[in-house]
């Protein structure tokens, strides 16, 4: 079994990636891991999430990850020399209703990990955010938006589609607090919203 003990998140997302490509396996990267890459590491995730865009066949990608010593369990993939989990999301590669049909690569120290757009995982951050209430999200959406020095205006019809007009005040709100303040943590800018949300509430 290979060991992975040593290994950041990011080298054995590469190693995966590469490793299923050669196995006729394209995967695009997304969640957690798509936020720590593009917030420069102000998330932290143990998870590896990876959505199969060519949908090969479940024994196909069973086969390929046993290569590399995961095996599954439950919806994740585990193996016994490292904590990080790696998830394959069904398909079809998509934020909210919007069809991904434009990926980008990230390339790293160790290797290129096909990753969706930075705009693309903002909104599906916002996503997470109108649909399920997930506060995290906004504050992660928040903080890829002042690592890219990204205005909120250009996702407000993204927001206003799902009819989510005080989601969007709300992200305004607390990407212009943060960035007066130079909130530059993801506990600051937790902190942030929880007073925003308490000012709402006045």
């Known amino acids: 079994m290979i060991d992975f003990s040593d290994i950041s998140i990011t080298e054995l997302a590469a190693i995966v990636a590469e490793h299923l490509q050669q196995q006729g396996i394209d995967v695009v990267l997304v969640g957690g891991l798509a ?13 590896i999430d990876m959505v199969n865009t060519n949908y090969q066949r479940p024994q196909t990608l069973h086969k390929a990850m046993a290569e590399l010593g995961f095996s599954k369990q439950g919806r994740v993939y585990v193996n016994a020399t490292t904590d990080i989990t790696v998830e394959f999301p069904p398909g079809p590669l998509s934020v909210g209703n919007e069809l991904i049909r434009t990926t980008t690569v990230a390339q790293m120290a160790h290797g290129s990990i096909p990753i969706l757009r930075v705009e693309d995982v903002i909104k599906d951050r916002l996503a997470a955010f109108i ?8 504050v992660q959406a928040t903080a890829i938006l002042l690592t890219h020095q990204l205005a909120p205006a250009a996702f407000q019809d993204f927001c206003l589609n799902d009819e ?3 989601e969007y005040q709300m992200l305004e709100t607390l990407y212009q607090c943060a ?6 943590t993801m506990e600051q800018l937790q902190t942030e919203l929880a007073r925003v949300l308490l000012d709402a509430m006045k």
């Open 131 to 138: 649909h399920w209430g997930d506060r995290q999200s906004l």
């Open 179 to 184: 960035n007066q303040k130079q909130l530059t």
């Open 35 to 47: 936020v720590e890459i593009y917030t420069h590491n102000l998330y932290l995730t143990k998870d």
């Open 164 to 166: 989510a007009r005080s």
